[in-house]
């Protein structure tokens, strides 16, 4: 089962404004999240990470958002740079205790120069 | 510092061949794994180990082996390829902290034809 979700594969932003990267999970133990960023022919980088008993973290221009309640978060990128296009994963831990990690499906980032 | 380090880059198999997918880290990192990339399906976990002479299976072991004799090196092997085992593999590595993101290798594409 899909245990980390990322429901939209694709989003489109102008240079300049918000983007915002949502990701839905379903194991309420889940107690850290992280965000890769992948470009072509190369690994996923580590961007961002939270902990469960945070609702928010920031790094320069880049955002997560925890809802405990809700079992959704959200990578706010403020301003999108054409760099920032690539394909943006959300990952959490399959199990509490160890760090195998679970990924979603990823979304596709296109920043419209 | 070279991180992790992935070899080949490129490989083609023909069903039924074997093969060791070769993957290092000099960052003296505890835990180490291995994904798959494919389309739409985001990254999975095949093997983990959080130490040398430590292994686990991931979300898809059946196929692959693994080993870690050294906290270098965890290599993958295939031992019969199957065209469904065309894929892009990636070598991850990460300290024994909770939440640290994985640093992960460049990848190896791999088609079983």
């Known amino acids: 089962d899909q245990q980390v979700k990322q429901n939209s594969p694709s989003l489109s932003v102008q240079e300049g404004r918000i983007s915002i990267l949502n990701c839905d999970y379903t194991?309420?133990?889940?107690?850290?999240f992280l965000w890769y960023k992948k470009y072509p022919a190369e690994g996923p980088t580590f961007l961002i990470s939270?902990?469960?008993?945070?609702d928010k973290n920031e790094d320069g221009r880049f955002t997560v958002f925890l809802n405990k309640s809700a079992k959704h978060l959200s990578l706010h990128i403020v301003p999108s740079q054409p760099g920032d296009s690539a394909v943006y994963f959300c990952a959490a831990p399959r199990d509490f205790g160890n760090e195998k990690l679970t990924f979603g499906t990823g979304t596709r980032l296109t920043i419209i120069p | 510092n070279a991180g992790v380090t992935q070899t080949p880059k490129f490989q083609v198999l023909k069903t039924g061949q074997s093969m060791t997918l070769q993957c290092a880290q000099d960052m003296n990192h505890e835990y180490m794994s291995w994904y798959r990339q494919d389309p739409g399906m985001g990254l999975r976990l095949i093997h983990y180990s959080v130490g040398a002479g430590i292994t686990d299976q991931g979300e898809v072991p059946n196929g692959y082996n693994v080993s870690r004799s050294t906290t270098e090196d965890f290599p993958l092997r295939l031992l019969s390829a199957a065209p469904s085992q065309t894929s892009v593999y990636f070598c991850?590595?990460?300290?024994?902290?909770?939440?640290?993101?994985?640093?992960f290798g460049s990848g190896t594409r791999l088609t079983v034809v």
């Open positions: 939270i902990s469960s008993i945070k």
């Open positions: 194991n309420s133990m889940f107690d850290y």
């Open positions: 991850a590595s990460s300290y024994n902290v909770r939440g640290y993101g994985y640093t």
